[in-house]
């Protein structure tokens, strides 16, 4: 069965620290690996990765992918307040098109 | 923003009743996607669409129906509405090798 898993479920920081998410999948015929940044509304897109070793980087954001070990990680430098959300994690196939979505980790930064 | 509208934005509908929920995307992209959003499940695919009348089910498809006779459009509808699809839902389109834009999401209510 196809799945994708995120750790942790949830985390609380103060605004300065750096933060680290996970996301671990076990899906057919891989084609990318999605980030997004929830908030009160629609998922909006972060990164996406097809090769592994490569970061992407954006601000105080950056990912990498490890297909071997079937693996992502999204870290966030310099917490601020406004990166309070749920941040998702999703994998493409190569077939259909389909996307599978972890549940998400809930980040909170406090001042 | 990618041009992504769903109708409504807010529906509250009694057990047994049927629902349509629209979505309409200005982008001409080929993949359209419903999703639910329940707590502690994360983002879960109903159907998905590849091209005008040419769709799919995804894992949560039971008690759903989808249609797509333009481009623009993907209609979901729920034929006899449970409390159990009380739900937001988010309607999402996609290129092949492109990311997914999401729309703002509908928010149902079953009673």
């Known amino acids: 069965e196809d799945k994708v898993v995120q750790s942790p479920l949830s985390l609380v920081v103060h605004e300065g620290d750096t933060v680290t998410l996970n996301c671990s999948y076990e899906v057919t015929n891989f084609r990318s690996l999605l980030w997004y940044k929830q908030e009160k509304k629609a998922p909006t897109f972060l990164f996406m990765l097809?090769?592994?070793?490569i970061e992407k980087k954006s601000g105080r954001l950056s990912s990498i992918l490890d297909k071997k070990e079937l693996f992502s990680i999204l870290n966030i430098t310099a917490t601020q307040t406004g990166d309070s959300a749920i941040y998702l994690c999703a994998v493409e196939q190569n077939t259909g098109n389909q996307f599978y979505f972890g549940t998400g980790t809930s980040l909170t930064v406090i001042p | 923003d990618a041009g992504i509208t769903q109708s409504p934005r807010h529906k509250v509908t009694e057990t047994g009743t049927p629902v349509t929920l629209r979505c309409h995307q200005t982008e001409n992209h080929r993949y359209m996607y419903w999703y639910r959003q329940d707590p502690g499940h994360g983002l879960r695919l109903i159907h998905y669409?590849?091209?005008?009348?040419?769709?799919d089910k995804g894992e949560v498809s039971d008690g759903y129906s989808v249609s797509r006779s333009k481009t623009e459009d993907f209609l979901l509808t729920l034929e006899s509405a449970t409390s159990s699809q009380t739900s937001v839902y988010f309607c999402?389109?996609?290129?092949?090798?492109?990311?997914?834009?999401f729309g703002p999401g509908t928010r149902l209510t079953v009673t």
């Open positions: 999402a389109i996609s290129e092949r090798l492109y990311e997914q834009y």
């Open positions: 097809t090769s592994s070793g």
């Open positions: 669409s590849y091209g005008v009348k040419d769709t």
